[in-house]
């Protein structure tokens, strides 16, 4: 069946533009995951839905970033005002029973480079 | 404050030996432990995973072992093959959290 896809697969940005990145879970996946992947680092938690809701923001760098899940599918992540600081692959997982959350699959990534 | 470390950078092993990749963590917390395999320009694929109440879990040419005492589990590939090439995430999950939270990587090449 289809995995996780996310779109678009690269992004150069001006600074201070704002971005918008996007990805569609495997279905039926209740539980979405934001990570990003910083050069020569692993990856860091950003966000997590379950369903709608994000019980846990905790990752999110600064207030320049935001998501949303809607129809409890696809997801956006926004990040205003970008900077250079910004620059990574931001990549979703999707999972989904509560009994196997741990098991996140990946989509390939959004690679974002701002300038 | 690096919960989850692996602290070889890269490894490389010939074609039909044993890979071992190692990964130290710091909070007993954690419930499940996986490993995740990453090639190039692509997200990173599930291998494996462990709960933290096994020692030893096995998937054909991989097996993670759990050693919680010491805080340490490791990954084994045997035999290596030439498709193992890629990067290894060590990757921890508490279900209070719901995250995972990734070591940085052991770059592995399997050599002819």
């Known amino acids: 069946g289809a995995g996780v896809s996310q779109s678009p697969s690269n992004k150069v940005t001006e600074k201070g533009k704002d971005v918008e990145l996007r990805c569609d879970p495997i279905?039926?996946?209740?539980?979405l995951y934001w990570y990003r992947q910083s050069l020569g680092q692993g990856l860091e938690f950003l966000i997590y839905?379950?369903?709608?809701?994000?019980?846990?923001k905790s990752g999110l760098p600064s207030d320049r970033f935001s998501a949303e899940r809607t129809g409890g599918s696809v997801s956006t992540l926004t990040i205003q005002r970008t900077q250079q600081e910004d620059s990574a692959v931001y990549l979703c997982?999707?999972?989904?029973?509560?009994?196997?959350?741990?098991?996140?699959?990946f989509g390939p990534g959004t690679r974002l480079t701002v300038t | 404050d690096q919960q989850v470390k692996q602290n070889s950078p890269s490894l490389s092993v010939q074609e039909g030996r044993i890979s071992i990749l190692n990964c130290d963590y710091t909070?007993?917390?954690?419930?499940?432990f996986l490993w995740y395999k990453k090639y190039p320009a692509e997200g990173p694929t599930f291998l494996i995973s462990?709960?933290?109440?096994?020692d030893k879990n096995e998937d054909g040419r991989f097996t993670v072992f759990l050693n919680k005492s010491a805080k340490h589990l490791s990954l084994h590939i045997v035999p290596s093959q030439p498709g193992d090439s890629a990067v290894y995430f060590c990757?921890?999950?508490?279900?209070?959290?719901?995250?995972?939270?990734f070591g940085t990587g052991t770059r592995l090449q399997v050599t002819l």
């Open positions: 997982a999707s999972s989904s029973s509560l009994k196997t959350r741990y098991e996140q699959y």
């Open positions: 279905s039926g996946h209740t539980a």
């Open positions: 839905f379950q369903g709608n809701s994000a019980p846990d």
């Open positions: 909070n007993s917390m954690f419930d499940y």
């Open positions: 462990i709960s933290s109440i096994k």
């Open positions: 990757a921890a999950y508490t279900g209070t959290a719901s995250k995972l939270t």
